[in-house]
């Protein structure tokens, strides 16, 4: 533990070496990715140090007098620090020149500082081991990420995602700790140990509403609203570790919660799975419909998300209906995917962040063609889309598999569990091909074919350390898709010190981490002797470059390629009734048609049942009830004596 | 004995109807002081042995000089000022004021019967009265537009409170030194308000309430 | 002497309405120190009190009176700057009027006798009302007018509540003098009845001038009108020292047993204090009077955690402490906002972040800690109260509370980033000036710091006010 | 030894069905029709040219036909073609298979959008779409097959003590499994009714029109890819629908590729007397599968 409260420092002194040293941008900016990277990496020996040990580490002590502050290091805590020690260096060397405008010296200063704190507090909600400590590291998170995504204040967009995030974030904690209070009734102890005493109902009612604080978080649907207009907003390396690495925050939440309740009921495990399937299904196909890079991925996000609770909640299924080798593999493939989708979204929202900083365009259909001039962003992003795929041999593959392993094991079931693991195949099996179809769309639209757009023309690789960065993290992609078995052995460690699932070993794993290895690394070689035969085959052939065959058409400009819209037309409208879409086209006339114009819309279903269902008779309701202040002394007056007499007859 | 206090406690409620239905403020600052001297009046008619005191003598000198003097002088300087004769259109009218008044009087007695205190004779009435002038207090601060009305009703409503005081509770917990800095408050209130008033009347040239709605959400 | 706590602004007040401006001004920051210090000792050392029947150094009492003194220290030079951008013309009475303010709470704070409790509430509205008046503009007539008058109801009706509450003590039979002290001790014997119908009134009249909702109507007037040194004390000093009122009967009636009984009024109230904060929040137009919304509705928030006792109450008082430090914070820096845009008006304001950046950080640092993030004060307490909510088993009233604080925050937020981030539409008037922004930054601080580390003898007052009723923190 | 044997049989003769198809076509429109190696031919004729390449195009391009080929071939080292042991079989396996086709599909689409060219980006988007319905139709297969013999391995599912047959005991079912995985096929292999090989007109089509600019050695990859790729289904349903194995070896092998052969025929059939539906109305035709198979699967509610 004091190896990681050095780590800590080391990170807060990150953040705030920026705010000293503002002046001089270049030095502040050193100074926060080397102590930041400094930091993380002692967090990892600290993590590596506690591994071996069979029993949790503790540490406590007394705040405010008379609560305490107790932390501790468990196994599911060892599955979540990594990602956080892992990616926060990396985003923070992407930062270095990605926030390069000088002007903005002090503002990148404080974002450094927001950053740091950020990272710090997420490494507190992962070891908190009462609920003051867990408040208090969970409140630090709302903040600094508040305020990260604050960093382009001038822009509307900003400020509003920035409050929708304050309101689901501040909400859900509020729901979060009411949780906390209800576990504390019977027992009146706010140690996370004297959870489990709690009532059944009790421990029902507050897993339902950490539910829901903790969705919010996660961005589960429908609680996703505020996340599609956060990660845009933000700059993307705030993206990238907000996506990647934050919202996994609500994941170990409910992840903690249930285990702490150490009550298997089924209703909890259906309700996961079934979020989980809502959110990754119709997390990727409003992905599929977006046309912002960042928002897509921000969707994308909600969809990975939903696996992650699809791989839990079969893990709770597996728990509810005592079939340990299924939790096991389910809860394992969540943790993985955790792992996973930090590394890829990351990675995806940096190279989001490149095009941003380079060409300036927001919108896929103005861009095109850049895998030309921008190698390193591009080839990492593709690398990141077959990742965030699930396609072999990237590690997304890996967590997904472990998870379809999970959903498998659940077919042995009878009853809803039995229709649950098969829903659970089935939309794993649809997000599958509709992720591959979202990811095709922008690494086909964006990067390749030709430019829309002047300004696509210009675009150029970023500064050093972005590419460093992207590069890393493509690498750790691949990396973990062909060596996955200190990975899925990492998984399973998670599961360590968990009660329920301490009896399963990793033996359950038989040569399955071994088998995926070799698959892996026998496609890629066959593949390098493929390339090996098609240079063989090529040898001494004639090799000319043209136009693309236009099918006849001669006149091609870059105008006619396909747009994004139109490649995912027919897919989202296949979810008609659970997407929203408006499309206005004045249609054709006359011999001659003039200038027409097509647009489609497509809306969050979830952001209209919000608006419709609270926002709006909310607002009504206190307009309506504006009249209470009047101006008329008098009828203050009257106020107080009709309470008066209110009273007294109750009385 | 008894017939003086009756009738002390009689004038205090024609006192309480007469404001009720009377339109013209010199008048109602008049009628303000009868009532103020009668209420200070009460508790020496009610146990004179016990009440005069060294201290309460002096007290009681006091607290007729204020009620009776001093503060319908402070609003009798006021109205000077502000030449205003009459209320002119009070929310609730004249006759139904009354008629409110009558009301309260019932009220009064109901709730002192409800309470079930097993009174002595002049206590309930004194308990009716004080009820009734606390109500009637309210009342025309809630029905009058003039904010000097006001000021008459929030007086009523202290003389009110004052006699329920008397009423309900023991003399033994009379301390006139305490007494005596709830009347200074008293004093002192009407000094703010009547200074406040004289600012209205110069901002607005009026002192109806009806000016005294900007601030509202 | 205890007594000297009050006496000495009271005499400094009077003394200050004679004085040149100058000399008032050094008045007024000197006789702030002199009352901590005498706080200080009264809270740390035997201070005995001269009339032991009136005044005494009950724990409930001191920490007001603490909170109370220290945010005056740090108001009394920022109205000095303050003051100096109005030009005002009746600066003496100003700073006599904080004096005598100051003076009179802090008698509010050590009072022991009800009655004389009464006179000096009802003697803090008399001397404030210079304090909202100062501006004289026909709103702030009107505000005054309101807050004088409102405030003198409800109080009236405070002092009809201590009737009825001898009332009961005389129906039981007990004779004992008249302090909150002795009817502690003989709460059990004491008229059940009369004694809810007597704590009725009290939270009715206390509840008027600590601006509970319904009877909160006056404070979003007086709140706006009222220059920001004064808004500050009176939201961050004078909401306290009336709740002080309510808390002490409500101590009455646990010890009565009827603490059920109060304890949903006080839920019940605050409740209500917070929704109609929120809905007026909500779409605030003035800054100013969003402010004094949320005093409303962090004086519900305390009165909910009185409610609720238990470790809830240990929150309320945490957040008494903190929503008077960041409250005051808020409005001093709003007081900046107003010198340097020139209005109220949220839509007129803008680019703070430019054109105000210290204030802005103050500002938003407020606003962060007033929503209850960390590392602000109001974190813990609302985490206490809301916790306390639940395990106190109060579900629905927790849920409310929820609802509420989430509608408080949306309504906030929204006026905050807009005044910070919006476009700006003007150039400012006045400047920033280091003076007048160290007052709102010291008193953030100090939440801060109390949030993370509190000094044993406050912990240990707050545990003294709240062990007499019960409220327990262990756990 | 063995496993060896069969996999490179299989490779060698995947090419020569699709001539079959051909054959069946032109015997149905009266015709003689190309002879039955025309597969090899092209191939040959394939692999000796040079390519012309867009000037749109990056190394994407070039990874496309690469990949999807080695992706088939990965999905036939799985497969336990005549009851022989593939070469790789482990619990899980089919997943990975289908999720290795799924990148060769991946690379296809992307490979087609790096030409800027409108066509191709069309015929992208319509395979990432049926493609997604076809996936989720498999992988309800998977789960009958699991509920039916526990398995999740190509050669589980074959072999072993209780291989899934239409003449065990749920015969019925896979009737409906049968019909559903043909339908499948269809759809994957870019055949009539869904997509037209033969078309000449670029609107229409979903494959054939992603890999209008490949050419060369590239283009006999990706031919060679389609060709194991429909290989692999056909093998699939073979194997359902093929008797008991033989104690001979060879036998069993002869037995097993004849039972393709009419597999083949049969597509061409189908080819021959269906038109191309309506690109609108693929989904459905795709639907109707997955409701085969789910209906079987609810059905084994009842049995097991």
Not at chain 1, 393 to 416: D, H, R
Not at chain 4, 74 to 93: C, K, N, Q, S, V
């Amino acid at each position: 533990m004091d190896i990681l409260f050095a780590a800590l420092l080391l990170v807060l002194a990150g953040g705030l070496a920026p705010l000293a040293l503002h002046r001089w941008l270049s030095a502040a900016k050193v100074a926060h990715v080397s102590l930041v990277a400094a930091g993380c990496l002692t967090g990892l020996y600290g993590v590596y140090a506690a591994w071996g040990q069979s029993t949790p580490v503790l540490f406590s002590c007394p705040w405010l007098h008379s609560l305490t502050w107790s932390l501790s290091l468990d196994s599911l805590a060892t599955a979540f620090l990594p990602p956080i020690f892992l990616l926060a260096p990396v985003i923070a060397l992407y930062s270095y020149d990605y926030l390069d405008a000088v002007e903005h010296a002090w503002r990148t200063a404080v974002n450094h500082f927001f950053f740091s704190l950020l990272v710090a507090a997420m490494v507190l909600v992962t070891l908190a081991d009462n609920m003051a400590a867990f408040a208090l590291a969970w409140e630090l998170m709302s903040l600094s990420s508040y305020a990260l995504v604050l960093y382009d204040y001038e822009r509307e967009e900003t400020q509003r995602a920035a409050h929708l995030y304050l309101l689901f974030t501040q909400t859900g904690a509020l729901l979060v700790f009411a949780a906390f209070g209800l576990l504390a009734q019977s027992t009146g102890s706010l140690a996370f140990a004297q959870i489990q005493l709690a009532p059944q109902a009790a421990k029902t009612a507050a897993f339902f509403l950490a539910l829901i604080g903790f969705g919010s978080k996660a961005g589960v649907f429908p609680l996703h609203i505020w996340l599609p207009h956060a990660h845009p907003a933000a700059p993307s390396h705030v993206s990238a570790l907000m996506s990647g690495v934050m919202i996994k925050m609500g994941v170990y939440g409910i992840l903690r919660l249930y285990f702490l309740l150490n009550d298997f009921n089924p209703l909890f495990a259906r309700t996961v799975l079934v979020l989980g399937m809502v959110s990754g299904v119709l997390g990727v196909v409003y992905a599929l419909s977006k046309r912002e890079i960042k928002r897509l991925l921000a969707y994308s996000s909600i969809e990975n998300i939903g696996v992650i609770f699809i791989g839990c909640g079969l893990g709770m299924v597996g728990l509810s209906s005592g079939n340990r080798i299924m939790a096991a593999f389910g809860f394992a493939g969540g943790l993985l995917h955790v792992l996973n989708h930090a590394l890829f979204k990351s990675l995806l929202f940096m190279g989001a962040g490149a095009i941003l900083h380079t060409v300036g365009a927001r919108k896929m259909d103005q861009l095109g063609g850049l895998m030309k001039t921008m190698p390193v962003t591009g080839r990492t992003f593709l690398a990141g889309s077959v990742a965030i795929s699930g396609l072999p041999p990237f590690n997304g593959f890996v967590s997904e598999f472990l998870i379809y392993y999970a959903a498998f094991q659940g077919l042995g079931l009878q009853g809803p569990d039995f229709l649950l693991s098969m829903a659970a195949i089935i939309a794993l099996a649809l997000i599958g091909g509709l992720a591959a179809g979202c990811f095709t769309k922008v690494v086909g639209i964006v990067f390749l074919g030709e430019p829309r757009r002047e300004h696509a023309h210009a675009a150029t690789d970023p500064g050093p350390t972005m590419g460093a960065a992207m590069t890393l993290l493509a690498v750790a992609c691949l990396g973990i898709g062909l060596w996955p078995e200190p990975f899925i052995r990492f998984a399973f460690a998670g599961l360590r010190d968990l009660a329920p699932l301490a009896a399963v070993s990793a033996d359950v794993l038989g040569a399955v981490p071994h088998n995926l290895a070799v698959i892996a690394r026998v496609f890629v070689g066959l593949l390098l002797a493929l390339t090996a035969l098609r240079r063989l085959l090529y040898r001494g052939k004639p090799v000319s470059q043209n136009t693309t065959w236009g099918c006849g058409f001669t006149q091609a400009t870059s105008r006619i390629q396909y747009t994004g819209a139109s490649y995912s037309l027919s897919i989202v409208d296949f979810h008609r009734p659970f997407i929203k879409t408006t499309t206005k086209f004045a249609a054709l006339v006359r011999i001659f048609p003039g200038a027409t114009q097509y647009s489609r819309k497509v809306e969050d279903l979830a952001e209209i049942g919000l608006h419709r269902l609270l926002v709006r008779p909310v607002l009504k309701i206190a307009d309506k009830l504006r009249w209470i202040q009047h101006g008329h002394i008098q009828l203050y007056i009257g106020y107080i004596v009709f309470t008066i007499a209110a009273l007294l007859l109750v009385v | 004995m008894i017939n003086s206090i009756d009738l002390i406690l009689v004038l205090i409620l024609l006192a309480v109807l007469l404001s009720l239905g009377s339109s013209r403020m010199m008048a109602l600052i008049k009628i303000m002081a009868l009532q103020g001297a009668m209420v200070s009046l009460v508790p020496i008619f009610i146990e004179p042995q016990a009440r005069l005191s060294n201290g309460g003598i002096l007290f009681f000198q006091l607290m007729l000089l204020i009620k009776a003097v001093l503060i319908p002088g402070l609003l009798y300087m006021a109205l000077n000022r502000i030449a205003i004769k009459r209320e002119v259109e009070p929310l609730i009218g004249y006759h139904a004021s009354l008629l409110v008044g009558l009301g309260l009087v019932m009220l009064s007695a109901y709730i002192t019967r409800r309470m079930g205190l097993s009174l002595p004779g002049d206590y309930a009435l004194l308990l009716i009265t004080a009820i009734t002038t606390t109500g009637g207090g309210l009342f025309l601060m809630m029905s009058r537009t003039k904010a000097i009305t006001q000021v008459i009703g929030y007086l009523m409503l202290e003389n009110g409170i004052y006699l329920v005081g008397t009423a309900l509770t023991k003399h033994t917990h009379n301390i006139y030194l305490v007494e005596f800095g709830v009347l200074l408050d008293l004093l002192a209130g009407v000094m703010i308000m009547g200074i406040i008033l004289h600012n209205i009347n110069r901002a607005f040239d009026d002192v109806d309430t009806a000016y005294l709605e900007q601030l509202k959400d | 002497m205890l007594e000297a706590v009050f006496c000495l602004p009271l005499f400094a007040g009077l003394i200050a309405f004679l004085l040149p401006v100058k000399l008032g001004r050094g008045v007024l920051v000197v006789g702030a120190l002199l009352h901590l210090q005498l706080t200080l000792l009264a809270w740390l050392s035997d201070f005995p009190p001269l009339l032991p029947g009136y005044f005494s150094t009950a724990p409930a009492g001191i920490l007001v009176l603490l909170v109370t003194s220290f945010i005056f220290v740090f108001i009394a030079p920022y109205s000095i700057f303050y003051m100096r951008e109005q030009e005002m013309q009746s600066e003496p009475i100003f700073i006599g009027s904080m004096l005598l303010f100051l003076g009179t709470m802090s008698m509010a704070a050590l009072a022991e006798h009800p009655i004389v409790f009464w006179i000096a509430i009802e003697a803090t509205t008399l001397v404030s009302a210079p304090l909202i008046f100062v501006n004289r503009s026909k709103k702030a007539l009107e505000a005054t007018w309101k807050y004088v008058l409102i405030c003198s109801v409800g109080i009236a009706l405070a002092l009809l509540g201590f009737f009825f509450i001898t009332l009961s003590m005389d129906r039981a039979g007990i004779d004992v003098p008249l302090t909150f002290s002795s009817l502690n001790t003989a709460a059990k014997h004491l008229d059940p009845l009369w004694l809810k119908i007597g704590f009725i009134f009290v939270i009715i009249g206390f509840g008027t001038k600590m601006g509970l909702a319904p009877m909160h109507t006056w404070l979003p007037d007086a709140h706006s009108e009222a220059p920001s040194p004064a808004s500050a004390l009176l939201s961050g000093a004078l909401l306290n020292c009336a709740f002080l009122g309510i808390f002490k009967v409500h101590t009455l009636m646990v010890l009565a047993g009827l603490g059920d009984f109060s304890g949903s009024l006080l839920i019940g109230f605050g409740l209500f204090s917070i929704l109609v904060a929120g809905i007026f929040i909500l779409k605030q137009p003035d800054y100013k009077r969003m402010l004094a919304y949320s005093s409303i509705e962090n004086m519900g928030v305390i009165a909910f955690g009185v409610g609720i006792g238990g470790m809830a109450l240990y929150g309320a008082m945490l957040h008494l402490i903190h929503h008077s430090l960041l409250k005051s914070s808020l409005f001093l820096s709003a007081g900046n906002l107003l010198l340097g845009f020139g209005s109220k008006i949220v839509a007129q304001c803008g680019g703070m972040t430019r054109l105000l950046p210290r204030t802005f950080v103050s500002f938003f640092a407020g606003f962060l800690g007033i929503s209850g993030l960390p590392p602000f004060g109001v974190f813990v307490s609302e985490l206490l109260i809301l916790i306390g909510a639940f395990k106190a088993g109060h579900p629905v009233a927790g849920g409310l509370f929820i609802a509420s604080l989430a509608l408080v925050v949306a309504g906030f937020a929204r006026i905050v980033t807009s005044m910070s981030f919006g476009p700006s539409r003007q150039e400012i008037l006045v400047p920033e000036q280091t003076l007048r922004i160290v007052s709102p930054f010291a008193l953030l601080l100090t939440s801060a710091v109390l949030c993370v580390w509190m000094p044993e003898p406050l912990h240990q007052i707050i545990i003294n006010t709240i062990a007499v009723i019960g409220g327990t923190i262990h756990g | 030894m063995e496993s060896v044997v069969s996999f490179g049989l299989a490779l060698l003769l995947a090419p020569l069905f699709p001539g079959v198809i051909l054959k069946t076509k032109a015997l149905f429109a009266g015709k003689q029709g190309p002879p039955l190696l025309i597969k090899y031919f092209t191939l040959i004729k394939l692999l000796r040219k040079g390519s012309v390449y867009s000037a749109s195009t990056t190394f994407v391009f070039r990874l496309g036909p690469l990949i999807s080929c080695a992706a088939a071939i990965m999905a036939l080292l799985f497969f336990p073609f005549a009851g022989t042991a593939p070469l790789i079989a482990f619990h899980g396996d089919v997943i990975m298979v289908f999720y290795l086709l799924g990148l060769g599909r991946f690379f296809t689409i992307v490979a087609a959008l790096d030409t800027a060219s409108p066509f191709e980006g069309m015929g992208a988007a319509r395979e990432a779409f049926f493609s997604t319905l076809a996936e989720a139709a498999i992988f309800v297969v998977l789960i009958l097959f699991f509920r039916m013999n526990g398995a999740l391995s190509l050669a589980a599912y074959f072999s072993g003590s209780q291989p899934i047959s239409i003449i065990g005991s749920q015969g019925a079912l896979l009737l409906l499994v049968i019909v559903a995985l043909f339908m499948i096929l269809l759809t994957e292999n870019s055949r009539v009714p869904v997509d037209d090989p033969a078309t000449h007109l670029e609107l229409t089509m979903i494959h054939e029109v992603m890999i209008l600019d490949h050419s060369g050695p590239d283009l006999a990859l990706i031919e060679l890819g389609a060709f194991y790729k429909l290989f692999f289904y056909a093998s699939f349903i073979a194997c359902l629908i093929k008797p008991p194995p033989l104690a001979d070896p060879v036998a069993n092998t002869l037995l097993f590729y004849g039972v393709i052969m009419l597999l083949y025929m049969v597509v061409g059939v189908v080819e021959s007397i269906m038109a191309r539906l309506k690109m609108d109305l693929v989904p459905k035709y795709i639907l109707t599968a997955f409701a085969l198979v789910f209906f079987a699967v609810i059905l084994t509610l009842e049995i097991v």
